[in-house]
């Protein structure tokens, strides 16, 4: 192998290595801090889980890894009301049904109001029904009459599912979500394939770790245990309305019942609705030892998952609403608190108490630039080597700081060829990029990406930065100058 293919080679091992244990001191001594064991934090972008990390210590000698289990309560809904979404786009179930055809609890069997009870009450909180029953089920008002959030309704969900398709309700899930989507850590029972090393013990606000809960049987409603991977995965088929119809998919997201704060209910996920018009679907998780949140933007796309495993972890969420999601986050915090947040990210740049944020300076030259880009990598990612060399100048240097500099096109081509075509993809984190102007020459891109391995589709892959200078030279754009950076 050539020298320069051999630095290429080496350039795309860095780019695909896998980040289990990452160490960002800041973050460690954050957790410290704050008395939080665990953190597992999941970043969604343009509808791909884009980023991963796990803080903290299982043990005091045992770093969490990247696919650490958590235990997450409520979470659970969500993907119990996927299940019963997709049975219905597949016009298996009735949203609208009365669930007395399939389940009627005995505890309510002598109550009219059990006739009127559908999918579509349960699923956006108007059951009638308590969070969870005392020693009997009774309704507390008429479905559909009120909100009133209830993992009873949940349960009762559950029941009439497995009674119409005499399937448990793992079974369902694993055909429509888990094995296509090869959430291979998701479970609703705690069963001989749960390794449980890599569980994450659930803890008081006094450090006091609770005995961990082993579900034998299902519950619609609670204790699924998932990794940030695994849910992270879901989330982004909920985005991409993977198996969803079109009428379906858009049930999902409207409001069907005034919640709390001002926010609704939409069908499994609740609902915040932004100034700008820009809305998420949410949901949190609460047990002893559990606190979780995850978000999603189905319009944006985007998406942010915080699972922790102590009493008091909703201590994280303001900071990293806030560092994630910028203004939406203070928006959430303001919506949830009633007051204006007044954490300020450490890194964002203070100029008289205003906070900087990138703008295109020329919106048209921005345009053409995420054109080029895209037009470049899917060449990449097809392994269309003709149109690459076409991008490339002639006098094409690519940096890394790793890796070294390669000078020649004809070596890059070669490399590609031998190492790229069919085993790696190159995802632009398109929310990351910046572009400027560089007078009488063209363009500098700057941005963030990740390359994912076909090879090893297990496999996580961490973004790391990059900048392209363009040459625009009679009427033609060139890429003249690659520089990566990890």
Not at 64 to 81: C, Q, R
Not at 180 to 187: C, I, N, S, Y
Not at 301 to 318: H, M, P, R, S, W
Request: charged share 25%; proline share 3%; net charge negative.
């Amino acid at each position: 192998m050539k020298k320069h293919a051999l630095l290429l080679l080496l350039f795309l091992n860095s780019a695909l290595l896998v980040s289990q244990n990452v160490a960002f001191p800041e973050m460690e001594k954050w957790l410290k801090e704050n008395h939080i064991p665990t953190l597992g934090l999941g970043i969604i972008n343009n509808g791909e889980l884009s980023q991963i990390q796990v803080y903290g210590h299982l043990t005091p000698e045992q770093k969490a890894p990247y696919n650490t289990l958590f235990n997450v309560a409520s979470l659970t809904k969500p993907i119990t009301a996927v299940v019963a979404l997709k049975l219905a786009s597949q016009g298996k179930w009735n949203l609208d049904e009365p669930l007395t055809k399939y389940w009627i609890d005995p505890d309510i069997q002598n109550d009219a109001r059990t006739k009127l009870l559908t999918t579509r009450h349960i699923l956006s909180h108007q059951s009638g029904f308590p969070n969870w029953r005392t020693e009997t089920l009774a309704f507390m008002f008429t479905p559909g009459t009120q909100y009133q959030y209830s993992g009873e309704g949940f349960e009762y969900l559950r029941k009439a599912l497995v009674n119409k398709f005499n399937k448990s309700l793992h079974e369902l899930a694993s055909e429509l979500i888990f094995e296509p989507l090869k959430m291979e850590d998701t479970h609703y029972v705690w069963d001989h394939n749960t390794d449980e090393s890599r569980v994450a013990l659930n803890f008081d606000a006094d450090g006091k770790s609770y005995d961990t809960y082993k579900p034998k049987t299902e519950n619609g409603a609670d204790d699924v245990l998932t990794t940030i991977k695994d849910y992270g995965t879901f989330l982004c088929s909920v985005i991409n309305g993977d198996g969803f119809s079109e009428a379906i998919f858009n049930d999902m997201q409207s409001n069907q019942v005034a919640s709390t704060n001002g926010k609704h209910f939409a069908l499994g996920f609740e609902k915040y609705n932004f100034k700008d018009g820009n809305y998420a679907l949410s949901h949190g998780g609460s047990d002893k030892g559990v606190q979780t949140i995850v978000f999603i933007f189905p319009k944006t796309k985007q998406g942010l998952l915080i699972f922790t495993n102590v009493d008091d972890g909703y201590k994280a969420f303001e900071k990293i609403l806030i560092d994630y999601l910028g203004d939406y986050g203070k928006e959430i915090v303001a919506i949830e608190t009633g007051q204006k947040s007044t954490y300020r990210p450490e890194k964002s740049m203070n100029i008289e108490s205003d906070s900087i944020v990138y703008a295109p300076i020329d919106q048209a030259l921005y345009d053409t630039i995420m054109v080029k880009d895209k037009e470049f990598f899917d060449a990449y990612n097809s392994c269309d080597l003709e149109k690459q060399a076409s991008i490339y100048a002639a006098n094409i240097e690519f940096f890394h700081d790793k890796g070294g500099l390669i000078t020649s096109k004809q070596d890059i081509i070669d490399g590609t060829e031998k190492n790229i075509c069919g085993k790696v993809t190159r995802v632009l984190l398109e929310k990351t990029v910046e572009v400027y102007p560089i007078n009488n020459y063209g363009a500098v891109e700057i941005g963030f990406h990740k390359f994912y391995n076909r090879e090893e589709p297990d496999a996580e892959s961490v973004p790391s930065k990059f900048i392209i200078m363009w040459h625009h030279d009679h009427g033609t754009w060139k890429m003249s100058k690659v520089v990566s950076l990890h």
